[in-house]
C-alpha cells in the first residue's frame, strides 16, 4: 500500500495476540482416542482457548500431576493412557468447565 500522508503508519505482521480466557470461561472437552496411534490410547482435551504457553503449562500441571507422559499439539493437550475422570475432576478443581465427550467403553 502507498500513502502520501507523510504520517500514515504501515499496519505490518501485527497479528492480533489471542488472549487467554478465564478458566471459568473455558469449555474443554475430555475424550479418548487411539486413531492413528497403533492401537495406544490417549486421552485428548480440547477446546481450549488462548495462547499457545497457556495450553502447554496447562498441559505439562496434568501431566506432572498424573505421571505420565504426553504432548500439545495442534491445539489440543495428549495424554498417554486413559485419564478421562482424574483429568475431569483436576481441571473442574481449577474452575475449567469439563465436559466428557464420546463414548464410555
Known sequence: ?????????????????EVTLAARQQNLRVSLDK???????VTLVSGFIGK???????????????????????????????FRDKIT???EKD???VKISGSRN
Open 1 to 17: 500500500m502507498y500513502s502520501t500522508n507523510p504520517d500514515y503508519q504501515y499496519d505490518v505482521n501485527k497479528a492480533e495476540e
Open 35 to 41: 486413531k492413528q496411534r497403533k492401537g495406544k490410547m
Open 52 to 82: 499457545e504457553d497457556d495450553l502447554a503449562e496447562l498441559g505439562k500441571k496434568l501431566k506432572t500431576k498424573l505421571g505420565v507422559g504426553g504432548s500439545v499439539k495442534d491445539g489440543e493437550i495428549l495424554i498417554q493412557g486413559d
Open 89 to 91: 475432576e483436576i481441571l
Open 95 to 97: 474452575g475449567y468447565r
